[in-house]
């Protein structure tokens, strides 16, 4: 009968302690069928049972959710959620808010970092004596480009908010599409400067007053696309200003070497945000944006091989009137360096915006090979 089954079935089963009951191994398919059996029973004791499948090398410990006497199936609890749980739902709700900020300081996309902080890590190691740079120095200049490579970022998206709403590439930006007020994004900018401020206090006099000119031309750079032709050649003071703080935190002074990789750096510039510029072409046109791309025309390639010559005559000028004399390393790093610039015109398809992307990141790589080269120059001659 149906009560003998189910007190058959329970001294099958050897209650453990908590309410815990242990399977033996060996009761098989005939105990399975037996527990289904008992399951189906209505009015009598119900034993709900989250797995049976016992293993072959041990008894298994299966916990019962409930024994329950009454005619309506019982419904545990709801328990209160784990401290882990708790803290992964913290973390997960921080990451969200955060999410923003990261996008509107692009640090989620690190190539600009590189950019910014190439020019000052050239001057750094040209004037640094032999054989190595100054380490702490370069390292205090990374994070300073990474604070203010995100400045300016939200310089630019707070003064372009309107027109990125406009353009396909940018219209996701968390300012053009309402993710941060306008209010939040002066807020994240103050805090930004105020870092920036910090890493600035660290330096020599000389660095400090040379920073505070800095701020001024990356707050004003977002508006030269409006008023000039040009713009890129204004984003090259703010992007080779590093060459001038480097070598002044180094030196105490500023050089002859300094001015001309600030320009080398100026013409690099150019050279690598026309290719960028190149994405939203249709799109500045249209709504009336001013760059070199559209400048340029169809003779982009001819403008962009003499910026790369003015780059790579701006670097062999600085290192012939440095401070040091390098080896011949420098010069073949330096033509390895005129080799990718030349790489990158020959395969430049300015109607084709994923190639242009794909260019533009890849002066991440000529930064690298311009510094590797004036380490290597210096310690070939220390041989």
């Known amino acids: 009968t149906e009560s003998s089954d189910l007190l058959s079935t ?50 298994v410990s299966l916990q019962t959710t409930s024994f329950c006497t009454s005619n309506h199936d019982h419904i545990p609890p709801t328990s209160p959620p784990r401290p882990e749980e708790q803290e992964k739902n913290w973390v997960t709700t921080l990451r969200q808010k955060a999410d923003p900020y990261v996008r509107l300081a692009r640090i989620d996309r690190p190539i600009g970092i590189f950019l910014l902080n190439a020019p000052g890590a050239w001057a750094i190691a040209l004037a640094s004596p032999p054989p190595l ?44 599409n309402g993710e941060i007020s306008l209010a939040q994004g002066i807020g994240f900018l103050a805090l930004q400067l105020t870092g920036g401020l910090a890493i600035l206090l660290t330096l020599n006099p000389l660095c400090i007053g040379l920073g505070f000119p800095a701020v001024f031309l990356m707050v004003t750079y977002p508006l030269m696309k409006r008023i000039t032709d040009w713009p890129q ?27 001309l990789i600030y320009a080398a750096s100026i013409s690099w510039t150019v050279f690598y945000d026309t290719i960028y510029a190149l994405q939203d072409k249709e799109d500045d046109l249209l709504i009336g944006v001013r760059t070199t791309t559209i400048l340029f025309g169809d003779k982009v390639k001819y403008w962009l091989s003499g910026f790369a010559t003015l780059t790579i005559g701006g670097l062999a000028g600085a290192v012939m009137v440095g401070p040091y ?29 994923t190639s242009a992307l794909k260019l533009f990141k890849s002066n991440n790589r000529f930064g690298l090979v311009i510094f590797a080269a004036i380490l290597l120059g210096k310690l070939w001659y220390l041989i």
């Open 10 to 59: 329970q001294r099958m089963l050897r209650v453990g302690r908590a309410g815990r009951i242990l399977v033996p191994k060996w009761h098989g398919r005939a105990f399975e069928r037996r527990i289904n059996f008992v399951q189906t029973v209505k009015r009598e004791p119900r034993i709900n049972l989250p797995f049976l499948f016992p293993t072959n090398s041990q008894l």
């Open 233 to 259: 050649a204004y984003l090259g003071l703010v992007m080779s200003y590093g060459s001038l703080m480097g070598w002044a935190a180094l030196t105490g002074t500023l050089s002859l070497p300094a001015f």
């Open 133 to 176: 740079p100054d380490l702490p120095l370069l390292v205090l200049f990374f994070l300073g480009s990474t604070v203010m490579r995100g400045a300016g970022c939200t310089v630019n998206d707070i003064w372009d908010r309107k027109i990125d709403a406009q353009v396909a590439r940018t219209k996701q930006r968390p300012m053009a």
């Open 325 to 353: 004399t390098l080896g011949w390393p420098f010069w073949v790093g330096l033509s390895a360096g005129a080799g990718h610039l030349a790489w990158q015109i020959a395969t430049l398809d300015p109607k084709n915006s």
